[in-house]
């Protein structure tokens, strides 16, 4: 039985991206007619059922913050998508963009609808300058054929979208910080409460979703919320898009039903394929740069965001980074922490200086200078951090270190006695001689 469920990438790959007829072919559209059929309470009740949990990484339950928007009575609202996709190990949203984007288009124009909001942003990451040209032809397409701007479809209904872009910021996907972004100022994050359904884009009420979060919404409005519910678990509801890199036969991004395993992940030949050159899996890194990192006797774990959980482990945006056993921890730290580094937009002392202190002694026990007295150190910077930065970026920075701290204590005490069991510091190469 196949590992795959091509439900929100069906078309990746098949149809022209920016072709509304080759899309209404390919069933598209449906959903968007359907909704104008129903009462907004009614799309969000459908989407309450489908459990459809933000797909941005918060994993925040969907429906619950479509109701919350809905029920605030101030006007205009906005709609806005997250389409910054900026950190190592994540590029799903860039399949979408770039290979269906009337998919998007559709769910923001349906939200709209449910909203009575007649302005949508898309903010795409600067770097996503090919991908830009595609979405904007994609929108103006979706004009012409009468499935966006004024009137659609004849319901008397006028939703527009506009594409906002910023200057290659991780900090920006931070949902408060990118609206800040689109409104011209610096791209940092908001003390919350208020929150942005109530106090967002323009100071107004407004939805902020991840791009393949309302690349859900037309499946769940059509097929309906339970339907949708059963192709994932009882918790965790449809498919997730998953991006495979580091050291796996099959890189890419494939769309799965929630609860397959994570050894299904990396190792099904439909998948994975397993690791190249008969290595041995040393860990994973799910989520992101900010996620947590699992081992082997985390394999068996189902891919559902309970399970995972439990686990100590998260889906966050699904990046499935691999590494095999010559990979050395404290090395890859050290990329991980450099990452941080440069995209803390340096407003709170603990993510832009802990950063920085960390990176310092990962540098000295790669090189054999650590000590106890730096281990304690490591450890009250991930409290710190942890407990006392500003944002998702500086609390969530320690994660991989945190669980690899856990998993391989023995690795840190060893390049501490100037052993790197994967041979990858204290060696010629290592030292750049």
């Known amino acids: 039985m196949s590992k795959i469920n091509k439900l929100i990438s069906a078309n990746c790959g098949v149809i022209r991206p920016d072709s509304v007829e080759d899309y209404v072919k390919a069933g598209g559209y449906e959903g968007l007619k359907k909704a104008f059929t129903m009462k907004p309470e009614e799309i969000i009740g459908e989407v309450k059922k489908a459990k459809l949990l933000g797909r941005g990484g918060a994993a925040y339950p969907a429906g ?61 990451r600067g770097e ?19 499935y966006l ?38 791209g940092r994050p908001r003390i919350k409460p208020p929150h942005l359904a109530e106090v967002g884009l323009f100071l107004m009420p407004t939805l902020v979703n991840n791009v ?27 498919t997730k898009l998953v991006c495979l890199s580091g050291n796996v036969v099959n890189r890419g991004v494939y769309e799965i039903p929630f609860g397959v395993s994570l050894r299904d992940i990396i190792y099904d030949p439909e998948l994975g394929g397993g690791i190249p050159n008969g ?51 404290i090395d890859y730290l050290k990329g991980v922490t450099e990452f941080f580094i440069h995209e803390s937009c340096g407003k709170c002392t603990p993510c832009r200086e802990g950063n920085k202190q960390i990176y310092a002694i990962l540098c000295k026990l790669s090189e054999g200078q650590a000590t106890q007295d730096d281990m304690a150190v490591l450890r009250r910077l991930i409290d710190t951090m942890t407990n006392a930065s ?14 690899c701290w856990k998993l391989f204590k023995a ?9 790197c069991p994967a041979q990858v510091c204290f060696t010629e190469q290592g030292r750049g001689e």
């Not at 300058?129 to 012409?144: G, L, M, P, T, Y």
């Not at 690795?411 to 052993?419: G, I, P, T, Y």
């Open 149 to 186: 701007g004024q009137n659609i479809l004849g319901t008397g209904f006028a939703f527009h979208i506009h594409i906002m872009t910023g200057a290659g910021a991780y900090v920006c996907g931070e949902n408060s910080a990118l609206l800040n972004s689109i409104e011209g100022k610096a």
């Open 212 to 238: 393949e979060s309302i690349a859900n919404i037309p499946t769940i409005v059509l097929e309906g919320g339970e339907k949708y519910l059963s192709y994932g678990t009882k918790d965790s509801g449809g």
């Open 279 to 329: 290595k041995k899996l040393k860990f994973f890194h799910l989520g992101g740069q900010s996620g947590p990192i699992g081992s082997q006797a985390q394999l068996d774990t189902l891919y559902c965001y309970k399970a995972l959980r439990n686990a100590g482990l998260s889906v966050g945006s699904g990046a499935v980074v691999v590494m095999d056993e010559d990979v050395c921890v």
């Open 64 to 124: 619950s913050k479509w109701e919350q928007l809905l029920e605030i009575p101030e006007f205009p609202k906005y709609i806005v998508i997250n389409a910054d996709e900026g950190e190592p190990g994540t590029f799903k949203d860039k399949i979408l963009l770039s290979q269906d984007p009337l998919r998007v288009i559709e769910g923001m124009t349906i939200a709209g609808y449910v909203f009575n909001s007649h302005d949508g942003y898309i903010y795409i």
């Open 390 to 403: 500003f944002c998702g970026l500086g609390q969530s920075a320690t994660v991989a270190l945190n669980t």
């Open 128 to 146: 996503y300058r090919a991908i830009q040209k595609v979405f904007r032809s994609a929108i103006d397409n979706a004009v012409k054929a009468g």
């Open 411 to 419: 690795e840190f005490e060893d390049h501490l006695n100037q052993k």
